[in-house]
T-cell receptor, first 111, second 111 residues
Framework: DVKVTQSSRYLVKRTGEKVFLECVQD?????MFWYRQDPGLGLRLIYF???????EKGDIPEGYSVSREKKERFSLILESASTNQTSMYLC??????????FGPGTRLTVL | GEDVEQSLFLSVREGDSSVINCTYT??????LYWYKQEPGAGLQLLTY?????DMKQDQRLTVLLNKKDKHLSLRIADTQTGDSAIYFC???????????FGTGTRLKVLA
């Protein structure tokens, strides 16, 4: 059974803290993605990666960075969390035109 | 730029048909997708259609694609309360393999 796991389902952080969101997939997919989901805005792509140590900016990369040291793991980093980064964060993995497999999401609240 | 639009809400009675509509802008999209997100969960692929098809049927689901108008629809026959969820349409950019998701349509099924 294919699986994408995210390190936390719920996370509460304070403004200015550094936040790490981890995502692991067990399908040997080349491509991994980080989205944020906000009501009425759908999913917006933050960053994606085609391969280990490769990263590409998505539509809203400001305030975020990523790391892909191993094929199965893609980390999203908020260097200094702000209240407008309160959101649901979804990780996905996939291969070229195939479907994307999503993790359950991390609901991040920044106080 | 690329954009995928959906209406935000749809309410139907149990047993009726639901039709969720989507318009997209990238005429070079090879595949178009419908994803379902149940409460508290990530997205799961429901069905997809290849761009050279007009229609695809899969049990209770019918996908219609009008390439001329760049319009995609998902029809759910005999809608059940378990179909209550958010439905996202998505296209894939043929050059970058980036998915572009719509805003999502929240379907509410009334008993």
């Amino acid at each position: 059974d294919v699986k994408v796991t995210q390190s936390s389902r719920y996370l509460v952080k304070r403004t200015g803290e550094k936040v790490f969101l981890e995502c692991v997939q067990d399908m040997d997919h080349e491509n991994m993605f980080w989205y944020r989901q906000d009501p009425g805005l759908g999913l917006r792509l933050i960053y994606f990666s085609y391969d280990v140590k490769m990263k590409e900016k998505g539509d809203i990369p400001e305030g975020y960075s990523v790391s892909r040291e191993k094929k199965e793991r893609f980390s999203l980093i908020l260097e200094s969390a702000s209240t407008n980064q309160t959101s649901m964060y979804l990780c996905a993995s996939g291969s070229s035109y195939n479907e994307q497999f999503f993790g359950p999401g991390t609901r991040l609240t920044v106080l | 730029g690329e954009d995928v639009e959906q209406s935000l809400f749809l309410s139907v009675r149990e047993g009726d048909s639901s039709v969720i509509n989507c318009t997209y802008t990238d005429s070079s999209s090879t595949y178009l997708y419908w994803y379902k997100q149940e409460p508290g969960a990530g997205l799961q692929l429901l069905t997809y259609i290849f761009s050279n098809m007009d229609m695809k049927q899969d049990q209770r689901l019918t996908v219609l694609l009008n390439k001329k108008d760049k319009h995609l629809s998902l029809r759910i026959a005999d809608t059940q309360t378990g179909d209550s969820a958010i439905y996202f349409c998505a296209e894939i950019n043929s050059g970058t393999y980036k998915y572009i998701f719509g805003t999502g349509t929240r379907l509410k099924v009334l008993a």
